[in-house]
């Protein structure tokens, strides 16, 4: 029996060996990849494969390279990528996915499933949209940065902390696809060709499953997310506040939101869906070109003219809402929970245009710099 | 197992042990001729060189002694000066002598260092106590250093250790049995234990295990350890040596057995958890913050030292998505040109360590530091430069070497370099899935290893939280009242009420 269990677990270490091994010297990394839609239908797959050169002391030399392949499917686009390069194709340290505007136009869902039925791969990958071709922002060349994974990985963190964008991730966007009372918004992201950079350039707000092709502008992204009570590590928000200055930089002040509270109530009536928005803010002066603040009259005077503001703007960015249908707030969702007779009888495609917003918007200005 | 038992199990051995403890001590009756004493002996003695026949008295009486163990001046002093002072008429009258008729019972006394008087015309054989002794100072151990607390250290002569220890533990209830085991070599073996503490279950089951040892030879506790030991072919050793007098009181007051031997400084701790060999007497001397501290990084070097290059094989091999972003460049970079897999890489590295290790412990100081910044920078700067190790290989290596010698045993320290293997493989077989069996393996075994009928593993299997203040941490020493119960003392209470001065102090405050 000793005998006959020996050999069984000397077989077992050396016959298997190392079967199931998934050696990381022989992968080719995939940090950022691009999905384009042809015009044909097909999909176009660009990833920025780096490589590092061994060398003796300290970090090695990077060299990146861009490989893209037209294909039916996403996964038939990898397998194609996998036949030009070297070693095999792993997406599962993928750090950023970037959707071209035409592809985000239609369905999301299909080119991400290959994401969500794969175990290996990693959800927590940011996930952005791109004005023109995806592919363009990938093959773009920025000779300050080394990486462009590295790059875009870094300014759609930066545009999170700032309250530019939610953060999404494959992960996060996957249950509001497919949420009816709930829709989400994406960084939109345009390519720079002259100056060679990429820029931020607001939010593209869903609908569903695809992009409505309208967004919000970036002032109006800060405020959307305040109001959804989703502040990043800082909010800065500049505004005109008076017609009186000499020179034109009098006529504005900075705010930076140093703490925000958000409140969405939502009632109804019959049919009709009526939704307060309470946004209670403190507010740093940080910026303030014509200077002498120092009296409450004048920081009253700032405070109001900053709400009116701020209300009127959120007014508008409630009507672009409507207009797309776009329940970023989830408007649906709290209807469908506290009201579920209601949300039986609203039209789920169209039911944001029905329903009334009322900001109510409250600013504290607590501090002005350490200057008057 | 009935396999082997079946070969090892014949008829032949029972037989012998059966004969072993029930052998008479031989008798010889001297005899009264003088001669015939001498010649029988130095026939029994095979005519040794060494062996010296002094002729007293005209022939008429004769003093026998090994020139090798006898001390000159001793000799002088205890006999030839007694006699010429004239106090004494005669050898035979000397007061320091011990009187025998048994020729073999001479012989032993003969092979122990002592002088034999023998006279013509008279059975009456004297013995002389004149042994040479040469001993070392009672220095610090090197391999158990400590920076606070005594720096005196067991020797090889087992009275001088005795007397360390008692001259710690001034109690009555201190008790040393002596047994002499090894039939050739005769080695004088010493049990200490405090009675009214120690289990007298353990003690019965330690005397018996040594009493039936049948072997020609026992030269050290090492030797004497594998035979009465519970579990010889386990990693994990079951009584810790120790060369310090303080941690061996220590652990008698804990209601452990100390066994000694003649000419070996090492004294045996038994029965042992396996965290009193994590435990240092440097613990207990600094204070008890600092000494937790330390505790903890060494139960920590403890993981490190078992499972560290297991776990770097099972991300590089397997699960290479664990890595964070930031990193996942830098690693790829470092091991994207090496051409072994990594189990291959890890061996060949960690063979390199113990290759550099056994070669430095053994050469002469001076050459043994040549061979450790050979080794150490030389190799480890080239094998990196040659493509054939990554340099994060080296560095899982290296903090692996280094945390196994954190353990403050040697014993220990050896296990666990030699777990890292079976970890090793277990983790380039299956990743992160092998580790978690590997880790089972070595729990489970040490939940059922038992040390003299006490748990290996206490006090975390089984688990009594009393006992965990002295474990993973050391709390305050007034708060370690009782003992451990591993041990199974017959008196747990070991600390009474100690800090009531701090009430009595606050109300006189108060008043």
Wanted: net charge neutral; charged share 25%; glycine share 6%.
């Amino acid at each position: 029996m000793l005998k006959k269990g020996w050999l069984v677990i000397i077989c077992i270490i050396l016959l298997t060996g190392c079967w199931d091994q998934r050696n990381f010297k022989n992968v080719k990394l995939v940090l950022t990849a691009g999905f384009d839609l042809m015009e044909d239908g097909q999909i176009n797959t660009t990833v920025s494969l780096p490589t590092i050169l061994r060398s003796s002391d300290g970090a090695g030399q990077e060299r990146i390279q861009v490989v893209s392949a037209i294909g039916r499917t996403p996964r038939d686009t990898r397998d194609k990528i996998d036949r030009k390069i070297s070693n095999s194709f792993a997406a599962s340290k993928l750090e950023v996915l970037l959707v071209g505007e035409e592809l985000a136009k239609q369905d999301l869902y299909p080119p991400l499933d290959v994401f969500y039925r794969d175990p290996r791969s990693n959800l927590n990958a940011k996930i952005a949209v791109v004005k023109g071709e995806a592919s363009e922002a990938i093959r773009l060349k920025i000779e300050q940065e080394s990486r462009i994974s590295k790059y875009l990985g870094g300014l759609l963190q930066a545009m999170e902390n700032t309250t530019h964008s939610p953060g999404e991730n494959l992960q996060l966007i996957c249950a509001e696809m497919f949420e009816p009372g709930q829709d989400f918004v994406l960084p939109l992201l345009r390519v720079n060709e002259e100056a060679s950079l990429i820029e931020y350039d607001g939010l593209a707000l869903f609908n569903e499953r695809s992009y409505t092709g309208k967004d919000l502008d970036q002032e109006e992204a800060v405020l959307m997310m305040l109001l959804n009570g989703q502040k990043g590590k800082t909010a800065r928000m500049t505004f005109k506040v008076r017609e009186d200055g000499k020179q034109r930089i009098m006529n504005y002040a900075t705010i930076h939101v140093y703490r925000s509270n958000s409140r969405i109530n939502v009632t109804t009536s019959g049919s009709n869906v009526t939704a307060d928005i309470k946004l209670h803010m403190r507010v740093d002066v940080i910026e303030y070109p014509k200077n002498h603040l120092e009296t409450v009259k004048e920081v009253k005077k700032i405070k109001k003219e900053l709400k009116k503001q701020l209300t009127q703007k959120s007014e508008e960015i409630f009507a672009k809402l409507k207009d797309t249908n776009s329940d970023v707030f989830g408007i649906g969702r709290r209807v469908a929970a506290y009201y579920p007779d209601v949300w039986k009888q609203l039209d789920k495609k169209n039911y944001l245009e029905n329903v009334t917003f009322n900001p109510d918007i409250e600013i504290v200005i607590q501090q002005h710099g350490i200057i008057n | 197992m009935g396999f082997f038992r079946k070969i090892f199990q014949t008829g032949e051995g029972q037989q012998e042990k059966a004969s072993g403890p029930s052998v008479k001590e031989p008798q010889q009756p001297s005899f009264l001729k003088l001669s015939a004493n001498i010649d029988y002996l130095t026939k029994a003695l095979k005519n040794s060189s060494d062996l010296k026949v002094r002729i007293l008295n005209d022939g008429k009486a004769a003093l026998l002694y090994y020139e090798s163990l006898a001390d000159q001046e001793k000799l002088q002093k205890k006999i030839f000066s007694q006699i010429e002072s004239g106090r004494w008429e005669e050898v035979l009258d000397l007061p320091h002598g011990k009187h025998t008729e048994n020729l073999e019972e001479a012989l032993k006394t003969l092979l122990t260092g002592h002088a034999v008087y023998v006279q013509e015309g008279s059975t009456t054989l004297t013995q002389f106590e004149v042994t040479s002794q040469f001993n070392r100072s009672v220095e610090e151990p090197i391999n158990e250093r400590v920076v606070r607390g005594s720096h005196e250290g067991f020797v090889e002569n087992v009275m001088i250790n005795i007397n360390l220890i008692r001259k710690r533990l001034m109690h009555r209830d201190l008790t040393f049995q002596y047994f002499r085991v090894g039939k050739k070599t005769n080695t004088n073996i010493v049990l200490a234990f405090m009675d009214g503490i120690a289990d007298p279950n353990i003690i019965e089951q330690v005397t018996n295990r040594i009493k039936s040892v049948t072997s020609d030879a026992i030269f050290s506790p090492g030797y004497m350890e594998e035979f009465i030991e519970d579990a010889p072919f386990s990693p994990f050793p079951q009584m810790m040596s120790t060369e310090r007098p303080d941690r061996a009181v220590a652990n008698l007051m804990d209601g452990r057995v100390l066994l000694m031997a003649e000419g070996s400084p090492t004294a045996l701790v038994l029965p042992v958890t396996f965290f009193m060999f994590y435990q240092s007497p440097d613990d207990y001397n600094s204070r008890w913050i600092s000494g937790t501290f330390i505790r903890l990084i060494r139960l920590m070097s403890f993981i490190i030292a078992i499972g560290l290059p297991a776990f770097y094989i099972a991300i590089i091999g397997f699960h290479y998505e664990v890595l964070p972003d930031d990193l996942i460049l830098p690693v790829k970079g470092s091991i994207n040109e090496i051409a072994y897999p990594p189990i291959v890489e890890a061996l060949i590295m960690v063979i390199i360590v113990e290759l550099i290790r056994e070669s430095g412990i053994r050469l002469p100081q001076p050459i043994g530091q040549t061979i450790g910044i050979v080794g150490g920078l030389v190799i480890g700067d080239a094998v990196v430069q040659a493509g054939l190790i990554s340099n994060l290989m080296v560095i899982v290596v290296a903090l692996t070497a280094i945390a196994s010698f954190v353990v403050p045993s040697y014993e220990l320290s050896t296990t666990l370099r030699i777990l890292t293997f079976p970890l090793i493989f277990f983790a380039g077989t299956l990743g992160f899935v092998g580790i978690v069996f590997g880790m089972l393996f070595i729990l489970i075994h040490l939940c059922k290893l038992e040390s003299f009928g006490t748990p290996y593993f206490a006090p975390v299997a089984p688990l009594r939280i009393k006992d965990l203040k002295d474990t993973f941490v050391r709390l305050p020493l007034f708060w370690l009242d009782k003992r451990p119960k591993d041990a199974k003392p017959v008196k747990s209470k070991a600390i009474g009420e100690s800090r009531e001065w701090t009430k009595i102090e606050r109300q006189q405050k108060r008043k």
